[in-house]
């Protein structure tokens, strides 16, 4: 009895400090220690601020903008692509493959764009071509050719009005070519009269039905 009696009080001896140390350390919690409010506060206005510091200060992202010398103040000048030069870029791209950077084509297969009656006579029959493409025989420069030219409107290439427009008036301008600039308010017209012509022309329907000769820049070539 002695001995049972000993072996609970030593039980309860061991146990006290280990409840004393449970006691003293934190319960476990579910969840996070919510952000205090002035934090919160500081932060929106730091962003705000830092806001309207790039509005200021940030000039719109223009690579100018990050030089010692940038005035925020002054006005952006925006660049305009001239269209000849626009041309010049999607022909080089879409077109030089076939009617070569010479303009002068591939012999029995790939009419030239230098002196070409087609190219340079009416706005119209032109942008025809470019809008749904040509098929079957035509004469150009005196030589018949006989292919297909794809489409660069919206059942084609998909260009848009400006870009055609830059294109033809390349063309119109290039290798000794003088004709009028084709602008994109003209193109627009165009494409809104055979955006939904699903099949490609051929040479005789091409001056059939033509509208007014359109009043535009004359021959300006850089």
């Known amino acids: 009895m002695s001995d049972d009696l000993d072996q609970h009080t030593k039980d ?19 969840g ?9 506060f500081l932060f929106a206005a730091l962003c ?4 309207v510091y790039l509005i200021h200060y940030g000039g719109f ?11 925020p103040n002054a006005e952006v000048v925006v660049v305009q692509v001239s269209l000849f030069d626009r041309g ?20 029995g297969a790939f009419p030239p764009v230098a002196g070409s009656e087609w190219v340079t006579d009416h706005q119209e029959s032109l942008a025809r071509i470019l809008i749904n493409g040509l098929n079957g025989p035509i004469v150009v420069a005196g030589k018949q050719y006989n292919g297909n030219m794809p489409a ?8 848009k009005p400006l870009e055609i427009a830059g294109v033809l008036t390349y063309i119109r301008q290039s290798w000794g070519n003088q004709a009028s600039v084709i602008t994109e308010e003209t193109m627009t017209t165009y494409m809104a009269q055979y955006s939904s012509r699903s099949k490609p022309w051929t040479a005789e329907e091409l001056v059939l039905d033509l509208s007014p000769e359109p009043v535009s820049e004359a021959f300006s070539a850089e």
């Open 88 to 107: 010049a870029k999607i022909y080089n791209a879409q077109c030089a493959a076939c009617h070569q950077a010479t303009g002068l084509g591939i012999a």
């Open 61 to 71: 992202f223009h690579k100018d903008a990050y030089t010692f010398d940038f005035n």
């Open 48 to 51: 705000f601020w830092g806001g």
């Open 152 to 159: 660069f409107g919206p059942n084609g290439l998909n260009l």
């Open 32 to 40: 996070s220690s919510p952000v205090p409010i002035f934090i919160l």
């Open 12 to 30: 309860n001896g061991d146990q006290e400090p280990q409840d004393a140390l449970m006691r003293e350390q934190e319960e476990p919690s579910n």
